[in-house]
């Protein structure tokens, strides 16, 4: 008990003495007790107990090779790896993989959730029809709920299947979130410190978005065009094209937009790439195009951007979308692919609506809200989420080896201004001296 509430009760008592007897059991003790200013009031003798947002996110191996991670299927490596891919698609159930603990807001709000993961890779759940991948998803969300989730965020692919979530948000009570806004607002806040520690004109900034009728891709090119002098939009569909191109021009009068559907003609201009598509095998850029000292954003996943086609160019930088740095001492139960207390951005997403108690369905569809952009950006901030290091296909980029490549693109421009011509740089043995990231 506590003391002053002690002594208020003293004082009630010694205050009835001498009042008379029959004060106190009519409207005597009533008015002692509006005369001390005592009021009721909920005491913890524990302490208060702290709020607890709760979340649950569905993710699914995004290469094949990830599949012979699970304790069953690693005893069939000696089997083609297309054949387990087939197989655990078919028969794989969706399963629980773990719990996640210890991700505390700066505010003060901790967090729980749950990761469950479908069977099938990014091949499997985009050659299947909607409706199966639907069914899995809603029986994640039955799950989540039972576990005491109020939202589940959909990871990678499943939040690119059928209608991005339209039709899981109406057919489940839980809150549904694609990420993809805090994808968008990671990308390019990554983007912008990547391409000023590089060194680029910020009055004569120019950038291409390949994927650009996407939803990441659409977003990140109407942001982009507020601070880039030239946006170059590249996607296989030019309607869709033609129109975004005059969304942006209504934006931004100021900015040059052009559009095709090939990179080729552009990607010499681009100070910074970004590619928000899934190529699956395919190639999208001309690496020997390429602008000397750009940076290539891959947000795709799996990549884009083959290693061995970047480390030809030792004088660009590629580097992955932003991943956040998650606030408190998180474990996620598992190895997710990235290294301790980092989340990708539509995990994070989740995670800060949990935080934020905002439990309503939030990125969901092909078109972004803008202004929900701007909002998840500003939650991220106020409940403790950054920035993690900057990678370059799993590994770990610092400032010197910024500012070595950084050294090669002026070396590569000094040699085109004198010779008039290209002259293709030798890589080293080791296109940057990268420091290896340890899964959790």
Same mark, same amino acid.
Request: charged share 25%; glycine share 8%; with cysteine.
């Given at each position: 008990?506590?003391?002053?509430?002690?002594?208020?009760? &003293?004082?009630?008592? $010694?205050?009835?003495?001498?009042?008379?007897?029959?004060?106190?059991?009519?409207?005597?003790?009533?008015?002692?007790?509006?005369?001390?200013?005592? *009021?009721?009031?909920? #005491?913890?003798?524990?302490?208060?107990? $702290?709020?607890?947002?709760?979340?649950?996110?569905?993710?699914?191996?995004?290469? %094949?090779?990830?599949?012979?991670?699970?304790?069953?299927?690693?005893?069939?490596?000696?089997?083609?790896?297309?054949?387990?891919?087939?197989?655990?698609?078919?028969?794989?159930?969706?399963?629980?993989?773990?719990?996640?603990?210890?991700?505390? @807001?700066?505010?003060?709000?901790?967090?729980?959730?749950?990761?469950?993961?479908?069977?099938?890779?990014?091949?499997?759940?985009?050659? %299947?029809?909607?409706?199966?991948?639907?069914?899995?998803?809603?029986?994640?969300?039955?799950?989540?709920?039972?576990?005491?989730?109020?939202?589940?965020?959909?990871?990678?692919?499943?939040?690119? $299947?059928?209608?991005?979530?339209?039709?899981?948000?109406?057919?489940?009570?839980?809150?549904?979130?694609?990420?993809?806004?805090?994808?968008?607002?990671?990308?390019?806040?990554?983007?912008?410190?990547?391409?000023?520690?590089?060194?680029?004109?910020? *009055? +004569?900034?120019?950038?291409?978005?390949?994927?650009?009728?996407?939803?990441?891709?659409?977003?990140?090119?109407?942001?982009?065009?507020?601070?880039?002098?030239?946006?170059?939009?590249?996607?296989? +569909?030019? *309607?869709?094209?033609?129109?975004?191109?005059?969304?942006?021009?209504?934006?931004?009068?100021?900015?040059?937009?052009?559009?095709?559907?090939?990179?080729?003609?552009?990607?010499?201009?681009?100070?910074?790439?970004?590619?928000?598509?899934?190529?699956?095998?395919?190639?999208?850029?001309?690496?020997?195009?390429?602008?000397?000292?750009?940076?290539?954003?891959?947000?795709?996943?799996?990549?884009?951007?083959?290693?061995?086609? %970047?480390?030809?160019?030792?004088?660009?930088?590629? #580097? *992955? @979308?932003?991943?956040?740095?998650?606030?408190?001492?998180? @474990?996620?139960?598992?190895?997710?692919?990235?290294?301790?207390?980092?989340?990708?951005?539509?995990?994070?997403?989740?995670?800060?609506?949990?935080?934020?108690? =905002?439990?309503?369905?939030?990125?969901?569809?092909?078109?972004?809200? #803008?202004?929900?952009?701007?909002?998840?950006?500003?939650?991220? =901030?106020?409940?403790?989420?950054?920035?993690?290091?900057?990678?370059?296909?799993?590994?770990?980029?610092?400032?010197?080896?910024?500012?070595?490549?950084?050294?090669?693109? %002026?070396?590569?421009?000094?040699?085109?201004?004198?010779?008039?011509?290209?002259?293709?740089?030798?890589?080293? $043995?080791?296109? &940057?001296?990268?420091?290896?990231?340890?899964?959790?």
């Amino acid at each position: 008990m506590r003391l002053d509430y002690i002594v208020k009760n &003293l004082f009630l008592m $010694v205050t009835a003495i001498g009042q008379r007897y029959q004060d106190l059991r009519t409207n005597g003790f009533l008015k002692i007790v509006s005369e001390s200013g005592i *009021e009721p009031r909920v #005491i913890y003798p524990r302490g208060k107990p $702290v709020e607890v947002g709760k979340f649950a996110f569905v993710i699914h191996p995004l290469e %094949a090779s990830h599949l012979f991670k699970h304790p069953i299927l690693k005893y069939f490596k000696f089997l083609p790896e297309s054949w387990i891919e087939w197989l655990a698609f078919q028969f794989g159930p969706p399963i629980y993989r773990s719990k996640v603990t210890g991700a505390r @807001s700066s505010t003060g709000k901790e967090l729980e959730g749950w990761l469950y993961a479908l069977t099938g890779t990014p091949k499997m759940l985009m050659n %299947a029809r909607p409706e199966r991948i639907y069914k899995q998803i809603l029986r994640v969300a039955k799950w989540s709920e039972k576990a005491g989730a109020k939202i589940l965020g959909l990871g990678a692919f499943t939040s690119i $299947v059928g209608d991005a979530g339209v039709t899981i948000a109406k057919r489940t009570d839980i809150a549904i979130t694609s990420g993809n806004s805090y994808t968008v607002a990671s990308t390019l806040e990554t983007a912008k410190q990547v391409c000023l520690k590089m060194g680029h004109d910020q *009055e +004569n900034f120019s950038c291409m978005l390949i994927g650009a009728t996407g939803s990441i891709g659409k977003a990140c090119s109407r942001l982009i065009a507020f601070v880039a002098k030239r946006v170059h939009l590249v996607a296989p +569909n030019l *309607e869709k094209l033609l129109e975004l191109q005059k969304t942006i021009q209504a934006e931004n009068p100021g900015t040059e937009v052009t559009i095709a559907t090939r990179s080729d003609e552009h990607i010499s201009d681009a100070d910074l790439v970004i590619t928000t598509t899934t190529a699956r095998g395919g190639k999208l850029i001309d690496f020997e195009a390429v602008k000397p000292g750009a940076v290539i954003c891959d947000v795709a996943r799996p990549l884009d951007i083959k290693e061995a086609d %970047a480390a030809s160019r030792p004088d660009i930088l590629v #580097i *992955e @979308s932003g991943e956040l740095e998650v606030p408190g001492v998180v @474990s996620f139960g598992s190895d997710i692919g990235l290294p301790p207390k980092t989340a990708y951005a539509c995990l994070s997403e989740t995670m800060i609506l949990a935080m934020e108690g =905002k439990y309503e369905d939030y990125t969901l569809g092909r078109n972004l809200e #803008i202004d929900r952009v701007k909002e998840i950006y500003k939650l991220g =901030k106020k409940h403790g989420f950054k920035l993690a290091a900057i990678r370059s296909f799993g590994r770990v980029v610092n400032d010197p080896e910024i500012d070595l490549v950084r050294g090669r693109a %002026a070396e590569h421009r000094r040699h085109m201004a004198n010779n008039s011509v290209e002259v293709p740089l030798t890589p080293p $043995v080791s296109r &940057l001296p990268t420091q290896p990231m340890s899964p959790e």
